[in-house]
């Protein structure tokens, strides 16, 4: 890239500039990876993650199976994309024709997922900066999250019940000297400890074989739902847990609000802070972000993103116009002078797409099959599809972005210089149904899309099928929402419980710790001064006191004291420092 040219046409060379060879084969080389990984490993990969066979070679050939149709499928497509090429088109079926055919096939369904992903993000990521902005309506929506996902944990576990019972049965069938023991073996060390537990445990007792012997076919269905149920499980565990946690810590910053010592006064959690919370962002720093600041934050950021929004949106249903220029992309680039200028808009305007395009398949969630989870619970299969995403959408993504600023002769039907993506995508103009159709009008439907988001009418559908969304104006959603407040009403007076009894034991600690070591100390001296020896005070109490129980009493605590020294205070008292004792308020 060349900037500063003068009348002359003399130009000088850019800090970023690279030899014409090398981003042509760089692209070549992204591209067909990306499309080899997307269109045949992942999906491979995928069927061998989910598999319930016990060896290698298994998984392999029930992935193979199963994606049979899948390949299939797309080579019927591919099939028929060729015979519309050779015959209406009059194309010559050469290798490089061939490359083109395949190039627009996957590039069409990767633009009809993008066009489908960005028109949420355009509008949903500014709305829920603009929303966020909001704590009431953070708490609200957290106390709605946590009763719908109470219902998802209760059937998480119910379900792993179910399996593990399965499970328990298959395992008392099954003898030890049967050949497929190893296979029930392997299910086991897939369960959770208590389960094992609890199973080995059963089968000491029985001693005895229970119920048919089962085939491997449904030993291997059997590991399939194993793995599934210990994972959601686990899911469902680590997401109550995070949601717990921002819900209390939402409820926090709202009565902290009008806090005149202006620190938020934390809720009890088990949670160890980390050094950036104890010296960075400490309580104060954190209520003037949480009361003073965030609000303010997130609704420029909010402006700011709608601007681009509006900006993508416009660019979309406008850029096949060359004469006059109307994408506003294609206009920035065309008034940029310096080439640092031309960097920074591009970078700008092609992030904000990728954000707005990932961020939706982040959020996407295809009943149990598909879902991402935070703290490293997503399963295998869920970021293999993932990962079959952003391959399929980054090429499609990037060829949009070059017709937004005129960069694309395909789009612009400009005679210039091709970009290296461009020349290694082929001439799209031989197929004119794709390049004069599809890639140029199909985008304008992101404007159609935006307005639906804008409605919430898919949050709305689902609604209605019994998936229910998040409305401010629906009676369910405030059914759940006060269901939830009163699980995390619940949640909090359990942990200040737990907070409550480790502050007991650890004052019980420090203060009859510090008493018994200084009555120690002091009958150290005395019995060094006096030499009162254990026998001489059994005499004294003897001689004292004529109780028989009483001298017993006295007989035991001068025995403890011998086992443990210095167990005991000058005065008689027995001080309660046994390892037995540690836990005494565990139950309170």
């Not at 633009?111 to 949903?124: A, D, H, I, K, T």
């Not at 012997?213 to 959601?232: C, D, F, M, N, Y």
């Not at 650890?506 to 002091?522: H, I, K, L, N, P």
């Amino acid at each position: 890239m060349f900037a500063d040219c003068s009348a002359a046409n003399f130009c000088v060379k850019s800090w970023s500039y690279i030899p014409d060879g090398v981003l042509p084969v760089f692209w070549r080389v992204v591209y067909w990876t990306s499309q080899f990984l997307t269109w045949l490993l992942l999906p491979f990969m995928q069927s061998y993650a989910r598999s319930g066979a016990f060896s290698i070679l298994g998984k392999v050939k029930t992935a193979l199976i199963q994606n049979a149709i899948y390949y299939g499928t797309y080579l019927l497509i591919f099939i028929v994309l060729l015979i519309y090429a050779a015959v209406h088109l009059h194309l010559k079926l050469s290798w490089t024709g061939l490359q083109t055919i395949g190039i627009a096939a996957a590039n069409t369904w990767g633009l009809f997922l993008l066009v489908l992903l960005l028109g949420y993000g355009l509008v949903e990521i500014p709305r829920s900066y603009w929303l966020s902005s909001s704590n009431e309506f953070l708490l609200a929506k957290a106390y709605f999250k946590v009763a719908k996902l109470a219902t998802e944990k209760a059937a998480a576990e119910e379900t792993l019940a179910d399996v593990m019972e399965e499970v328990s049965d298959i395992d008392r069938s099954v003898r030890f000297n049967h050949g497929l023991r190893k296979c029930v073996d392997t299910i086991l060390t897939k369960c959770p400890t208590r389960y094992q537990e609890e199973m080995g445990r059963n089968v000491e007792h029985s001693g005895r074989e229970d119920g048919a012997v089962p085939t491997k076919r449904g030993l291997i269905k059997l590991h399939e739902k194993v793995i599934s149920a210990v994972q959601r499980h686990s899911q469902a565990q680590v997401q109550w847990s995070l949601l717990l946690d921002e819900a209390l810590h939402l409820e926090d910053v709202a009565k902290s609000q009008n806090s005149a010592l202006r620190v938020i006064t934390s809720s009890p959690t088990s949670n160890q802070l980390g050094w950036f919370r104890r010296f960075i962002y400490t309580p104060t720093v954190e209520w003037y972000w949480e009361c003073v600041f965030r609000k303010t934050s997130c609704r420029l950021l909010a402006v700011l993103l709608s601007l681009l929004s509006v900006a993508v949106v416009w660019s979309e249903c406008t850029f096949f116009s060359t004469r006059p220029v109307l994408s506003l992309f294609a206009i920035f680039i065309q008034k940029a002078e310096q080439s640092v200028f031309i960097e920074m808009v591009c970078f700008v305007s092609i992030l904000f797409m990728c954000v707005c395009v990932y961020s939706t398949v982040f959020r996407i969630r295809v009943f149990n099959y598909y879902h991402l989870i935070p703290h490293h619970q997503t399963d295998a299969y869920s970021l293999q599809f993932s990962g079959m995403l952003f391959c399929r959408l980054t090429p499609p993504l990037c060829l949009n972005f070059l017709g937004l600023i005129h960069m694309d002769s395909a789009f612009s039907h400009q005679d210039k210089i091709q970009t290296s993506y461009t020349s290694i995508m082929g001439s799209m103009r031989l197929l004119p149904v794709i390049s004069d159709g599809f890639y140029i009008y199909y985008p304008m439907l992101v404007l159609l899309l935006c307005i639906a988001t804008i409605y919430k009418l898919g949050s709305r559908c689902l609604n209605l099928l019994g998936f229910y969304q998040y409305f401010t104006d629906d009676d369910w959603t405030s059914d759940l929402v006060d269901e939830g407040k009163e699980l995390i009403r619940r949640e909090r007076r359990m942990r200040q419980k737990v907070e409550d009894g480790q502050n007991r034991r650890w004052a019980w600690r420090e203060r009859y710790g510090v008493q018994a070591t200084s009555e120690r100390s002091r009958a150290g001296y005395t019995e060094l001064s006096h030499d009162n020896s254990p026998e001489t005070e059994i005499r004294k109490v003897a001689i004292g006191d004529g109780n028989a129980e009483e001298q017993h009493t006295s007989l035991l605590q001068d025995n403890s004291s011998d086992e443990i020294p210095n167990r005991r205070s000058t005065t008689g008292r027995y001080l309660s420092l046994s390892p037995s004792l540690t836990g005494l308020f565990d139950d309170v």
